[in-house]
């Protein structure tokens, strides 16, 4: 794939496509928008044939930076052990200054981010103070929940950096002045900067070259890769500068058609072998089953016929069932509770014992007689 696209890839088309757009820019700018100019950078667009099964980050070294030595980057390093915040900072300082790098304007310790820069407002003043971050790659995966979503929506997201590498000042000046594709898994399209509309358009096309070749060697995807490569800026339209050969589709049907031809002759033996026949059954064995197919058949038959009765002669049944007999009226009559009749007991009881007190009362009242 890599080689068909280098060939593909004009030199000349290329270059006339990114003075097309640079001319585009420029009949577009009006005053106001003229200051503007400088930070509108160039872009490669790449359509991809699938949607990749995962994510991918793919850094881009480019031959011409396309960031000024003006801009501000900030490090973001680990904590040394048996050291301070502002001991480790001097340290990294003593650092770069010895490997020669002059592109680093602040550094920033990991207690140092944790502590100082906690609330909201401390992060977004940091995101506005600098253009670009790097970070050392030793706690890069402890950054996310300390720096917070707006590093990641406005496309700051820090960039690893071994700072013990022998060529220290080779990687980072590649990290800052080259680019990086961020490969989703979400969707076939990606891009990635190339420069900013001020450079001219050699440098820009030689960038371009660059960035084409290693993110086809850096694909990790199988087959034709690549379907279309746009150049577009942020206000304006997309330019094709690569377009993919069709030919590869005609090789993608015909290495499909076997497999469905061998998945529906799969399905068919899945169905004659559930009816009781196997796909690989001879001749003979079908003549044999089919024969006792057939007797069973014939003796099924032959006990239906002797299980069937001749109805001639009406069996009388009952047209009405019998009615059940009713009970008289008074057998009906519900019982007494047993509660009531206590209650009547009781009530009996009572007036046996006023009669025997008033009695009592009467025989001491009359005198009796001499």
């Not at 993608?252 to 002759?265: G, I, L």
């Amino acid at each position: 794939m890599a080689d068909k696209t280098e060939a593909v890839l004009d030199r000349a088309q290329v270059k006339k496509a990114v003075q097309a757009l640079q001319a585009f820019l420029k009949t577009k700018s009006t005053r106001e928008s003229l200051l503007l100019d400088d930070t509108q950078y160039i872009s490669l667009l790449f359509t991809l044939w699938k949607i990749p099964k995962k994510a991918q980050t793919i850094r881009i070294p480019l031959p011409h930076g396309q960031r000024t030595d003006t801009e501000e980057v900030c490090l973001f390093t680990r904590d040394e052990p048996n050291m301070t915040s502002e001991q480790t900072q001097r340290f990294y300082k003593k650092l770069l200054v010895e490997k020669g790098v002059k592109n680093v304007s602040e550094i920033i310790p990991y207690k140092v981010l944790k502590t100082e820069y906690k609330p909201y407002e401390a992060k977004r003043r940091l995101l506005g103070n600098f253009d670009m971050f790097i970070s050392d790659d030793r706690v890069r995966r402890l950054l996310p929940s300390h720096l917070g979503k707006h590093f990641y929506e406005r496309k700051k997201e820090p960039l690893c950096v071994n700072l013990q590498s022998k060529n220290l000042a080779r990687e980072i000046h590649s990290v800052i002045q080259g680019t990086s594709l961020k490969v989703t898994n979400k969707g076939c399209c990606c891009m990635a900067r190339v420069g900013p509309s001020s450079m001219t358009a050699d440098e820009v096309t030689e960038n371009i070259e660059a960035a084409v070749k290693t993110v086809v060697a850096k694909l990790r995807m199988k087959g034709p890769v690549i379907k279309i490569i746009h150049i577009k800026s942020q206000t304006s339209v997309a330019l094709p500068i690569y377009t993919s050969d069709l030919t590869h589709l005609s090789q993608v049907k015909q290495t499909k058609k076997p497999k469905e031809k061998k998945k529906a002759t799969k399905k068919k033996g899945n169905k004659k072998q559930r009816k009781g026949t196997k796909a690989t059954d001879t001749p003979a064995e079908k003549g044999v089953k089919e024969n006792v197919k057939e007797n069973v058949k014939e003796n099924v038959k032959e006990d239906k016929e002797e299980e069937e009765i001749p109805q001639l002669i009406p069996i009388e049944t009952p047209s009405k069932k019998p009615k059940l007999e009713k009970r008289p009226k008074k057998q009906l009559e519900k019982a007494p509770k047993p509660a009531a009749v206590k209650k009547g007991t009781r009530a009996q009881s009572k007036l046996t014992k006023k009669a025997g007190t008033i009695e009592s009362k009467v025989k001491r009242k009359v005198p009796k007689v001499k």
